[in-house]
Nanobody
């Protein structure tokens, strides 16, 4: 089993910044991918950004140039630095780990609200 603990959500004005953190513990394969997804009411969960164990990154077009995902080499902790936040970034953000055996695990979610 794998457990994911997220932190860092909150309220921010447009143009502001937030940093999300996610730490994974448990039975984690060396090969894995961790990432951030987000979901609003009535919509499907969508990829924001992910990063492999060796640092290959993928970003949604809507966040390119504003968000940056990083990963600690020593463990299974990832960060999402979100700059120039917009109201449309408002969502519940979820951390996900895709393990080496293709099993997937999700965090509990953290709310990000961008409002004037």
């Amino acid at each position: 089993q794998v457990q994911l603990v997220e932190s860092g959500g909150g309220l921010v004005k447009p143009g502001g910044s937030l940093r999300l953190s996610c730490e994974a513990t448990g039975s984690i394969f060396r090969q894995n991918t961790m990432g951030w997804y987000r979901q609003t009411a009535g919509a499907q969960r969508e990829l924001v950004a992910d990063i492999t164990r060796v640092g290959m990154r993928t970003y949604a077009d809507s966040v390119k140039g504003r968000f940056s995902i990083t990963r600690l080499n020593s463990g299974h902790t990832i960060y999402l630095q979100m700059n120039n936040l917009k109201p449309e970034d408002t969502a519940v953000y979820y951390c996900k780990l895709r393990n080496g055996d293709s099993s997937e695990y999700w965090g509990q979610g953290t709310q990000v609200t961008v409002f004037s």
